[in-house]
């Protein structure tokens, strides 16, 4: 039976230490069994680091704000492979969140001015099913692949209020934002890929631009 403190704990084991570099001897020593702990990035120490935060913090911005031409998408997957999920994917949605905040302080008055002018209205059933839950609509609008836009131009002429307008786009934009920084973790998409999609999505936009609707008669 072995007596209580005659040795060292279960989870550890004796073992040799390599020979000293000044004694050549060897000493018994204490190695623990458990697996050493992960190490992470610390920001303090990792000056690359902050520049590309900053860089997707901006560019989350700008893919996001007013009309948003180009993709988020290329950008979000590639990034997703290097910062990593939760990094890309809350920097991101800090990103989009600030330029709600833009849109929602500087297009508000834009969009009343030109409903005025035109006297135009969302469609009935859009807007009924808004006005029963902007909430819902706003946040699966910013997380599955429909245009955002229309229903924030509906959540601004309808005067929805700011806090709910950015917690609603915030719930919506984090799930897709870590789906994307997933894909790029686990499948490493070659970058010719993601240029190629970043082209193939901005061609849309830019249609838009070059080439707006004219309005029925």
């Known amino acids: 039976m072995r007596e209580t403190g005659s040795g060292p704990p279960p989870f550890y084991r004796v073992g040799p230490t390599p020979p000293s570099r000044v004694t050549g001897s060897q000493n018994p020593f204490l190695v623990s069994r458990f697996p050493p702990p992960a190490s992470g990035p610390d920001l303090a120490y990792a000056p690359p680091m902050i520049p590309a935060l900053l860089a997707l913090f901006a560019y989350a911005f700008v893919s996001n704000v007013a009309l948003a031409i180009v993709p988020h998408e290329p950008v979000v997957i590639w990034y997703g492979a290097r910062l990593g999920i939760w990094v890309t994917a809350v920097v991101a949605t800090a990103g989009t969140v600030a330029a709600a905040w833009v849109d929602h302080r500087l297009f508000v008055p834009l969009l009343e001015r030109v409903a005025a002018k035109r006297g135009g209205a969302a469609p009935r059933g859009v807007a009924r099913l808004f006005a029963r839950s902007p909430f819902a609509i706003l946040a699966l609008s910013g997380l599955t692949p429909l245009p955002f836009f229309p229903f924030k131009a509906l959540a601004f002429r309808t005067h929805y209020p700011l806090g709910a307008y950015l917690a609603a786009v915030a719930v919506g934009r984090l799930p897709r934002y870590l789906l994307l920084a997933w894909l790029g973790l686990a499948v ?22 070059l080439w707006p609707r004219r309005p029925a008669n």
Do not use: E
């Not at 490493?188 to 631009?209: M, N, T």
């Open 188 to 209: 490493h998409v070659p970058a010719w890929l993601l240029a190629s999609l970043f082209i193939l999505l901005l061609i849309p936009s830019l249609g838009g631009l």
